[in-house]
C-alpha cells in the first residue's frame, strides 16, 4: 500500500517526526517496508534508499509555467523555442526538443527549471544528478529547460515533458508546493485488510498519535428522478453477495480527472485513465471499499422499454465474458458474474467487461458498490490470473457496511468533477445485515496477558481512537461494540487485547525474568538426529533443498500410484497447489531439472513430511522423508587430465558412496544391501537397504523414461528415498568408541571366484563370520571379469585388516585366521580361492 502524506493530512494531522511515525506504524503491525521523496528535502533521521531519493525542487528554481507561444529553432529542425511565463516580471524563451510540445502551441501547463535546478541526467549510463547551467544550444541562449517527469525523479517516463491542465496553481509557483510528496511504502497483512486504505491507515495514525480522524463527507448531492426509476438491482446468492447498491449518475462528461487527483492516483501506484474511472479508483483507494463504473446506455434488455435489471449470479454454463483487456474468458458456475438480462456484463470483484466499458462517447454512468464473498473471488482471481486492487480487497474480507458510503462519495465526486446530475437515492440491495459484533472484555484478563497494569482510561481512549464503542458493565468488565470495518475481530477478547498492546507499542511493555525454577531440559532425539542426517548429507557434498508441501498429482505421477488418496486443498492458492505431497522425491526432481539449465552438476537432497490418508483417521500421517539426487561429473575438469579421456559421470556406486557414509554416520549396525525392483528406478540398477531386517529405502539410477516425465533429456540420474522415521529408529541411543589400537596390524589380502549373481555383500559377510574378533575391517578393492576365470563367474579381491588389542599378532595367529576365512568361504560358498584353488 502506498500511502502519500500529502493525501494522508487530509483525514489526520501528522503530529509527530516522520522517522517516528514511520517507526510507529511499523512496531503496531504495518511495516514501512520503503520511504519515496519527491522534491522535498530528506527529513532529519529517516533513512531512505539511495533509488528512492530523487532531486529537491529548489522552490526559487522549479516552477509552475504556462506556454505563451512555440516557434520553430531557426538551427535545427527538432529543436523548439518555447516562450513561457514562470511568474518573473518578463517571460523566457527555452530550447526543448520534447515531442508533446509542437510548432504552434500556446497555452499548455508546464514546469520550468532555472538554472541551478539539480536533475536526473538521461543522456549518460548510469544515470546521475547534474545541474543545470547556462549554455547555448545551437546558437540560442537557453539557462532554463521545461522539465519532464523522468527530470524530476517522479518516474522512468521521457519521451515528453510534463504537461498539466489549467486547475493547477498560477505560474510562477513553487512545484514543491503543488507535486512535492512523501509516499510511505507499507506492507499490509492479511488481517489488516482494513488498512488497504487512506481512511484505514488514517484511523491507525490518529490511535497511534492521539490525534483526531476527520472522514470526508459521504452525502451526495441529489437531483434527478429516483434511481429505482432506472435500475433493478436482484442477489440471486446472498452467500457470494452480501449486499449490492448502484447509483445512477446522468449527463456525464468523461475527460481528464482534476490534476490533484491525477498525481494523488499515480503516487499511489495507479495509472490515471478518465474522471470516471479515476473517481472510483479515488475511492477504492480511500474508503478501502472497490467500485466499477458501467456505461448505462449499454446495458441490455431493460424491463418495459426502460430499466436494465442488474443480477448478482453464478455464471451459467457455456457463458462467456470479453473483459476490459480484451480476452474472452468462459466462464464456469464457480465464477461469480454481473449480468443484465442478456448475460454477464462483469467478472464480480475481479475485472468489467469489455461491453459496458466507459468511453469517451459515455454520457450516463450505472456506479456499481458491492461485497462479494471473498472465497469466491479468489478462485475467480486465480483461475483466471486476473489479479488486481480490487480484488485484492475483495479476497481479503470486506464488511458490507462500507458499500453505501464509498458510493454515495464517488457519485458526489462525478457530480463535482464529470458534471453529472446524481439520481435519487440508491438502489441497494442488502438481504441480511448483519448484526453488531459485542465483546466482553474482562480487565483482569488483559492484565493477565499483557503482564502490566493498562489504565482503564487507557483502554477505553485505545479503543474508541480505533472507533470500538466502550461502555462499562462493571468495575472490571467493558462492553465493546466492534466497529463493521473490523472483520478480523473474530476470537472475541484476545483480539482486543491484542489492539490494545499493539497501539499502546510492544516496545514499552517492560522485560521481566521468568520467577520460577525453569523446567527440566529434555533433548529432542528426533531433532537431534535429523540434523546429524543433514550435517552428514552435507559433509558428503550435497545441498539442502526445501520444496513446497503443495503439489498436484500429475506431478507425482511418474514415480508411481499414489500411496494412498490424496489429501486435496477446498481453495487451492494455484491450480499448480492443489493436493498435499506423498512423495518428497518429485519436488527435488523439479529443483534438479530446474538448476540444469545453468550447470551440468547437481547434487541435492531434501527432508521433508509427506501426507497420507489412513481409514478412519480424520487427519493424515505425516512421516517424513529423505530424498537425494545427484546428477552430473564425479569431479571438475582438470588439465592433467589425459586428452579425450573425457571426465567420468556419476554412478550407482557413487550415490551407493553416500548411503554407506549415512549409515556409518549413523552407526547403524546389521545393514545390509539386496537387488530391488522399483517401478521408477532402472532395472538391475536399484537397491533397498535394510536394517535389522527391515527394508528402510532404496537407491539407484532413476529410470530414463521418468528422467524424460520430469524434463531431464537423456542424463542419468541417480536417487534414494528413504523413510526417515525408520531410518531413525534404528539408530542405537548409545555408541561405543574403541581406543586408538596400540599395537600394529597385519595387511592380507583375498580373491575369491563365486557366481557372477553373488552379491558381494554375502561375500563379506562370510568373511565376518569367519574373522572373528581378530578381523578388524575389510575392504573390496577390486572386482574382475574375463577370459581368464570361468564363464558366469566374477572375482571379488578383498583387503583384510587383522589386529588384537592386548598383543601384537604372529605370523602364525594371522595365518591362522585368514586360512579360517579361505575355508568358510570355500565350504559354505563353494568359491575358489585365486592363486590357491584356482590360478587363472
Known amino acids: 500500500m502506498k500511502v502519500p502524506l500529502s493525501w494522508l493530512r487530509e483525514y489526520v494531522d501528522l503530529s509527530v517526526p516522520l522517522p517516528e511515525l514511520v517507526e510507529r506504524l511499523t512496531l503496531a503491525g504495518l511495516e514501512v517496508s520503503g520511504v519515496r521523496v519527491y522534491g522535498l528535502p530528506l527529513p532529519e533521521g529517516l533513512h531512505v534508499k539511495p533509488e528512492d531519493v530523487g532531486p529537491v525542487w529548489d522552490r526559487d528554481k522549479v516552477l509552475l509555467a504556462r506556454v505563451l507561444s512555440t516557434e520553430k529553432h531557426p538551427n535545427a529542425d527538432k529543436l523548439k523555442l518555447v516562450t513561457v511565463d514562470y511568474g518573473a516580471g518578463e517571460p523566457k524563451v527555452v530550447v526543448t526538443g520534447a515531442p508533446n510540445i509542437r510548432v504552434g502551441d500556446a497555452g499548455q501547463r508546464v514546469v520550468i527549471g532555472l538554472s541551478g535546478t539539480t536533475y536526473w541526467d538521461g543522456h549518460v549510463t548510469p544515470k546521475q544528478l547534474s545541474v543545470l547551467k547556462p549554455t547555448k544550444i545551437r546558437g540560442v541562449p537557453s539557462d532554463a529547460m521545461v522539465m519532464s517527469e523522468f527530470e524530476l525523479g517522479i518516474s522512468d517516463d521521457h519521451e515528453g515533458v510534463i504537461i498539466l491542465q489549467d486547475d493547477v496553481p498560477p505560474p510562477g509557483t513553487p512545484l514543491a508546493d503543488f507535486l512535492g510528496d512523501i509516499v510511505l511504502e507499507i506492507d499490509v497483512l492479511p488481517n489488516m485488510a482494513r488498512c488497504l486504505s487512506m481512511i484505514g491507515m488514517a484511523r491507525e495514525v490518529a490511535a497511534l498519535t492521539g490525534q483526531t480522524l476527520r472522514l470526508p463527507p459521504p452525502a451526495m448531492q441529489a437531483g434527478g428522478p429516483a434511481s429505482a426509476d432506472w435500475v433493478e438491482v436482484a442477489i440471486e446468492d446472498p452467500k457470494l453477495s452480501a449486499r449490492y447498491a448502484a447509483a445512477v449518475v446522468r449527463g456525464v462528461r468523461v475527460g481528464p480527472a482534476p490534476e490533484w487527483m491525477r498525481w494523488r492516483l499515480t503516487y499511489a501506484g495507479m495509472r490515471p485513465i478518465n474522471n470516471i474511472v479515476d473517481i472510483t479508483n479515488y475511492v477504492m483507494l480511500e474508503w478501502g471499499q472497490p467500485l466499477h463504473a458501467f456505461d448505462y446506455d449499454r446495458l441490455r434488455e431493460r424491463a418495459g422499454g426502460q430499466r436494465p435489471r442488474i443480477m448478482v449470479r453464478s455464471a451459467r454454463a457455456g457463458e462467456v465474458l470479453t473483459t476490459l483487456d480484451q480476452v474472452k474468458r468462459p466462464l464456469t458456475p464457480d465464477n461469480l458474474v454481473i449480468a443484465d438480462g442478456v448475460g454477464p456484463v462483469a467478472l464480480a470483484g475481479v475485472m468489467g467487461g469489455a461491453d459496458t466499458e466507459v468511453s469517451d462517447q459515455t454520457t450516463n454512468v450505472l456506479l456499481e458498490s458491492a461485497n462479494f464473498d471473498f472465497v469466491s473471488i479468489r478462485r475467480t482471481m486465480q483461475a483466471f490470473n486476473l489479479p488486481s486492487e480490487a480484488s485484492q480487497r475483495f479476497s481479503r474480507g470486506l464488511h458490507p457496511a462500507t458499500v453505501g458510503p464509498a458510493a454515495e462519495r464517488a457519485a458526489e465526486l462525478m457530480r463535482l468533477h464529470a458534471g453529472g446530475t446524481i439520481c435519487q437515492g440508491l438502489v441497494d440491495?442488502?438481504?441480511?445485515?448483519?448484526?453488531?459484533?459485542?465483546?466482553?472484555?474482562?480487565?483482569?484478563?488483559?492484565?493477565?496477558?499483557?503482564?502490566?497494569?493498562?489504565?482503564?482510561?487507557?483502554?477505553?481512549?485505545?479503543?474508541?481512537?480505533?472507533?470500538?464503542?466502550?461502555?462499562?458493565?462493571?468495575?472490571?468488565?467493558?462492553?465493546?461494540?466492534?466497529?463493521?470495518?473490523?472483520?478480523?475481530?473474530?476470537?472475541?477478547?484476545?483480539?482486543?487485547?491484542?489492539?490494545?498492546?499493539?497501539?499502546?507499542?510492544?516496545?514499552?511493555?517492560?522485560?521481566?525474568?521468568?520467577?520460577?525454577?525453569?523446567?527440566?531440559?529434555?533433548?529432542?532425539?528426533?531433532?537431534?538426529?535429523?540434523?546429524?542426517?543433514?550435517?552428514?548429507?552435507?559433509?558428503?557434498?550435497?545441498?539442502?533443498?526445501?520444496?513446497?508441501?503443495?503439489?498436484?498429482?500429475?506431478?507425482?505421477?511418474?514415480?508411481?500410484?499414489?500411496?494412498?488418496?490424496?489429501?486435496?486443498?477446498?481453495?487451492?492458492?494455484?491450480?499448480?497447489?492443489?493436493?498435499?505431497?506423498?512423495?518428497?522425491?518429485?519436488?527435488?526432481?523439479?529443483?534438479?531439472?530446474?538448476?540444469?539449465?545453468?550447470?551440468?552438476?547437481?547434487?541435492?537432497?531434501?527432508?521433508?513430511?509427506?501426507?497420507?490418508?489412513?481409514?478412519?483417521?480424520?487427519?493424515?500421517?505425516?512421516?517424513?522423508?529423505?530424498?537425494?539426487?545427484?546428477?552430473?561429473?564425479?569431479?571438475?575438469?582438470?588439465?592433467?587430465?589425459?586428452?579425450?579421456?573425457?571426465?567420468?559421470?556419476?554412478?550407482?556406486?557413487?550415490?551407493?558412496?553416500?548411503?554407506?557414509?549415512?549409515?556409518?554416520?549413523?552407526?547403524?549396525?546389521?545393514?545390509?544391501?539386496?537387488?530391488?525392483?522399483?517401478?521408477?528406478?532402472?532395472?538391475?540398477?536399484?537397491?533397498?537397504?535394510?536394517?535389522?531386517?527391515?527394508?528402510?529405502?532404496?537407491?539407484?539410477?532413476?529410470?530414463?523414461?521418468?528422467?524424460?516425465?520430469?524434463?531431464?533429456?537423456?542424463?542419468?540420474?541417480?536417487?534414494?528415498?528413504?523413510?526417515?522415521?525408520?531410518?531413525?529408529?534404528?539408530?542405537?541411543?548409545?555408541?561405543?568408541?574403541?581406543?586408538?589400537?596400540?599395537?600394529?596390524?597385519?595387511?592380507?589380502?583375498?580373491?575369491?571366484?563365486?557366481?557372477?549373481?553373488?552379491?558381494?555383500?554375502?561375500?563379506?559377510?562370510?568373511?565376518?563370520?569367519?574373522?572373528?574378533?581378530?578381523?578388524?575391517?575389510?575392504?573390496?578393492?577390486?572386482?574382475?571379469?574375463?577370459?581368464?576365470?570361468?564363464?558366469?563367474?566374477?572375482?571379488?579381491?578383498?583387503?583384510?585388516?587383522?589386529?588384537?588389542?592386548?598383543?601384537?599378532?604372529?605370523?602364525?595367529?594371522?595365518?591362522?585366521?585368514?586360512?579360517?576365512?579361505?575355508?568358510?568361504?570355500?565350504?559354505?560358498?563353494?568359491?575358489?580361492?585365486?592363486?590357491?584353488?584356482?590360478?587363472?
Not at 496 to 525: F, K, M, S, W
Not at 603 to 629: K, M, S, T
Open 429 to 840: 440491495c442488502y438481504p441480511a445485515p448483519p448484526e453488531p459484533q459485542v465483546v466482553s472484555l474482562p480487565l483482569r484478563e488483559v492484565r493477565r496477558q499483557l503482564g502490566i497494569e493498562l489504565p482503564v482510561g487507557e483502554v477505553r481512549r485505545i479503543l474508541e481512537a480505533l472507533e470500538f464503542r466502550v461502555e462499562a458493565t462493571g468495575p472490571e468488565t467493558l462492553r465493546v461494540t466492534v466497529p463493521p470495518h473490523r472483520c478480523d475481530i473474530q476470537v472475541g477478547a484476545a483480539d482486543l487485547i491484542e489492539e490494545l498492546v499493539r497501539v499502546h507499542g510492544y516496545d514499552r511493555l517492560p522485560a521481566t525474568l521468568l520467577a520460577d525454577q525453569l523446567p527440566e531440559q529434555h533433548t529432542n532425539r528426533s531433532l537431534v538426529l535429523e540434523e546429524r542426517v543433514r550435517d552428514i548429507l552435507v559433509h558428503a557434498g550435497l545441498q539442502e533443498v526445501i520444496t513446497y508441501a503443495l503439489t498436484r498429482p500429475e506431478a507425482e505421477a511418474p514415480l508411481g500410484p499414489p500411496v494412498t488418496d490424496y489429501l486435496r486443498l477446498k481453495n487451492p492458492i494455484s491450480s499448480e497447489r492443489v493436493v498435499m505431497r506423498q512423495r518428497v522425491l518429485a519436488g527435488v526432481l523439479e529443483v534438479v531439472v530446474a538448476n540444469l539449465r545453468h550447470t551440468e552438476d547437481v547434487r541435492l537432497f531434501e527432508i521433508g513430511w509427506v501426507y497420507l490418508l489412513r481409514p478412519g483417521q480424520r487427519l493424515p500421517d505425516e512421516p517424513r522423508r529423505l530424498a537425494v539426487v545427484l546428477t552430473g561429473y564425479r569431479s571438475d575438469e582438470f588439465w592433467g587430465e589425459p586428452a579425450g579421456a573425457g571426465r567420468a559421470r556419476l554412478d550407482f556406486f557413487d550415490l551407493k558412496g553416500i548411503v554407506e557414509s549415512l549409515v556409518e554416520g549413523l552407526h547403524l549396525s546389521e545393514v545390509g544391501y539386496r537387488p530391488t525392483t522399483v517401478g521408477f528406478l532402472h532395472p538391475g540398477q536399484a537397491a533397498e537397504v535394510v536394517v535389522q531386517g527391515r527394508g528402510v529405502g532404496v537407491f539407484g539410477r532413476l529410470h530414463p523414461k521418468v528422467v524424460e516425465a520430469y524434463g531431464g533429456g537423456s542424463r542419468a540420474m541417480l536417487v534414494a528415498e528413504f523413510d526417515l522415521e525408520a531410518l531413525l529408529a534404528a539408530v542405537p541411543e548409545r555408541h561405543c568408541y574403541t581406543p586408538v589400537p596400540r599395537f600394529p596390524a597385519a595387511l592380507r589380502d583375498v580373491a575369491v571366484i563365486v557366481p557372477e549373481s553373488m552379491p558381494a555383500e554375502r561375500v563379506a559377510a562370510e568373511i565376518r563370520a569367519a574373522g572373528g574378533d581378530l578381523l578388524r575391517q575389510l575392504r573390496l578393492f577390486d572386482v574382475y571379469r574375463g577370459d581368464s576365470i570361468p564363464a558366469g563367474t566374477k572375482s571379488l579381491a578383498y583387503a583384510l585388516t587383522y589386529q588384537a588389542d592386548d598383543r601384537t599378532l604372529t605370523d602364525k595367529e594371522v595365518d591362522r585366521a585368514h586360512k579360517k576365512i579361505e575355508d568358510r568361504l570355500k565350504h559354505v560358498l563353494k568359491a575358489l580361492i585365486r592363486g590357491k584353488d584356482f590360478t587363472g
